[in-house]
Nanobody, 122 residues
């Protein structure tokens, strides 16, 4: 079993930045890809970004390319999402995920965190 705990969410003004963290515990996540999804009010969950175990491959949703950066520290079992130039439409609950599936633009998680709220005010 894997536990994923997100942190770093909060309220920020448009144009600001936040850095989300996701700490993993439980079974080893060696060779697991990790990623981030989000669910805005009244909308379905959508893919944000994913990163391979080696960090050699990453994929981003078009809506966040050039603004968000995903990274990971395998020694700390932690994945990060640096979010810059935030927009009100980025407001959502952000979820961390992990999966042994290879990364791709259609990647999906198997293990999920509880989510952290990000609110961007205009």
């Amino acid at each position: 079993q894997v536990q994923l705990v997100e942190s770093g969410g909060g309220l920020v003004q448009a144009g600001g930045s936040l850095r989300l963290s996701c700490a993993a515990s439980g079974r080893t996540l060696r060779n697991y890809a990790m990623g981030w999804f989000r669910r805005a009010p009244g909308k379905e969950r959508e893919f944000v970004a994913t990163i391979s175990w080696s960090a050699g491959s990453t994929y981003y949703a078009d809506s966040v390319k050039g603004r968000f950066t995903i990274s990971r520290d395998n020694a700390k079992n932690t994945v990060y999402l640096q979010m810059n130039s935030l927009k009100p439409e980025d407001t959502a609950v952000y979820y961390c995920a992990a999966s042994s599936r290879p990364v791709s633009p259609t990647w999906s998680g198997f293990y999920w965190g509880q989510g952290t709220q990000v609110t961007v005010s205009s």
